[in-house]
């Protein structure tokens, strides 16, 4: 990325430090917990910043008390797409708030080639920029 | 504890570490608030020292795996089981086994889905609410049907067991179930047999035993005996456990509870005189012997044993 040292996608929270440790994940799920959030894991292999939606990794996990079970999930979403995105959400479901309250990265692919800026000419010699990722060239699932 | 690198020649207080985790506490409110029991009793001071001495060994750095904790409590109906595994929650907690220390307690129909696919996520979200805490499965012969070969709970059986290998430190899954059924249950199933280290058998209680229990139970609704109303429940339980369909404390409690409707009863019918607090708390001997049990020896078919 163009203005980022890492060359890494930064989405999310911590996404400018180094990789979140097995046990640095457990404390901000054991934060999530204590507040009485829904927890979910997700994965995608598209990096646009706008792409919000990403997949599923089975259900949100609801009425937890331990993050083991969630670090779990993490883990088998590792194996299973190890090349890929994960992300892990927070969900707040208090009245007035109903939404994402932490969302950070977890897994993310080896080699990661970044986006390019595109310009196109729009009418009265006008620029139009937009980025686009390098790595969506190749359709899904054969990208990293 | 210090957190300094122990040698050889160091002594550890087991004493002092005894005293830091409160066990005793538990203990003895295990002692007071259970009657009876002396197997269960003791398997839970046993592995309360195993838990200790390994914290010990752990300052020497002598490792061992952390021991497997899954139990199996088989017994009667109404011996106790429930109340002993919420307990357990709670000793693992303090000795530090557990993280959480809550009880999820689940049944056939929490784990197994009605169809396929719906088994193993049901499954996994359970064993994933019950992390850091102990899992108990009342009743778990009903996982296992052998007249029906597509029944699902053989997958979730599977879920289990792996869980139960491989996450020994997230969770402790305790089965409950009868005696000869659990039996069963482990012949078709010898893999679950051998990953739980303890099988732990809940004794029936004797008639002192129930009685002790009886007086218990009052005691925490705050009702009493009259003497008279003691000497008449000590006559009703020989008498209703040789009838059928006995479940050990808990038709004591079922005893009790309509022992208090009559006594309520009876305090109606005498409206008019006037009522001291003594009065509101004691059961008397005549709401005892108003039970069926004694004046037929037998209950109806619901089990109520009041005289209409």
């Known amino acids: ?144 | 504890m210090s957190a300094q690198p122990t040698s050889d020649e160091t002594t550890v207080d087991l004493e002092a570490e005894f005293q830091a985790s409160n066990i005793q506490e538990v203990l003895d409110k295990l002692d007071r608030e259970l009657i009876g029991l002396k197997p269960v009793k003791t398997r839970i001071r046993e592995i309360a020292a195993l838990l200790l001495v390994d914290r010990l060994r752990k300052q020497f750095d002598l490792t061992s795996e952390t021991p497997s904790l899954h139990m199996c409590f088989t017994g009667n109906p109404g011996t106790g089981k429930t109340t002993v595994a919420l307990r357990m929650a709670e000793i693992l907690k303090r000795l530090g086994y557990v993280r959480e220390g809550h009880l999820v307690s689940v049944t056939r129909d929490d784990l197994v889905g009605q169809y396929i696919g719906h088994t193993a996520p049901k499954t996994k979200e359970v064993v994933k609410k019950a992390m850091g805490g102990v899992l108990f499965i009342d009743e778990a012969y009903y996982l296992y049907k052998p007249e029906n070969e597509r029944d699902y709970g053989q997958e979730s059986i599977e879920i289990l067991l792996q869980v139960m290998e491989n996450n020994r430190d997230d969770l402790v899954v305790i089965l409950a179930g009868y005696q000869n059924r659990m039996n069963q249950f482990f012949q078709s199933n010898p893999g679950m047999r051998s990953r739980i280290a303890h099988h732990v058998d809940f004794p029936d209680y004797g008639t002192d035993e129930l009685l002790a229990i009886a007086k218990l139970m009052l005691a925490t609704q705050n009702y009493r005996f009259s003497s008279e109303a003691e000497a008449a429940f000590a006559e009703y339980i020989p008498l209703r456990m040789k009838l059928g369909h006995f479940a050990n404390a808990r038709s004591v409690r079922n005893a009790l509870d309509r022992a208090r409707l009559r006594q309520a009863n009876r305090l109606f019918g005498s409206r008019n005189k006037s009522l001291k607090k003594i009065d509101l708390m004691t059961l008397e001997a005549e709401d005892i012997r108003a039970s069926r049990v004694f004046k037929e020896g037998a209950l109806d078919l619901d089990g109520d044993e009041t005289v209409k």
């Open chain 1, 1 to 144: 990325m163009m203005t980022n040292p890492n060359g890494i996608v930064t989405q999310g929270q911590f996404s400018f430090l180094p990789p979140l440790t097995d046990e640095q994940i457990t404390k901000q799920l054991k934060y999530a917990l204590s507040k009485g959030w829904a927890t979910s894991v997700e994965y995608t292999d598209d990096p646009h910043p706008r792409n919000t939606y990403w997949e599923m990794f089975g259900p949100p996990m609801f009425d937890l008390k331990d993050p083991a079970g969630i670090l779990m999930e993490i883990n088998n979403c590792r194996k299973t797409f190890p090349n890929h995105y994960i992300r892990v959400m927070a969900f707040s479901s208090v009245r007035g708030v109903e939404s994402p309250t932490m969302s950070y990265i977890v897994n993310r692919p080896k080699n990661e080639p970044g986006f390019g800026l595109v310009r196109q000419e729009a009418d009265g010699r006008n620029i139009r920029y937009t980025i686009h990722s390098y790595a969506t060239d190749k359709p899904e699932g054969e990208r990293y």
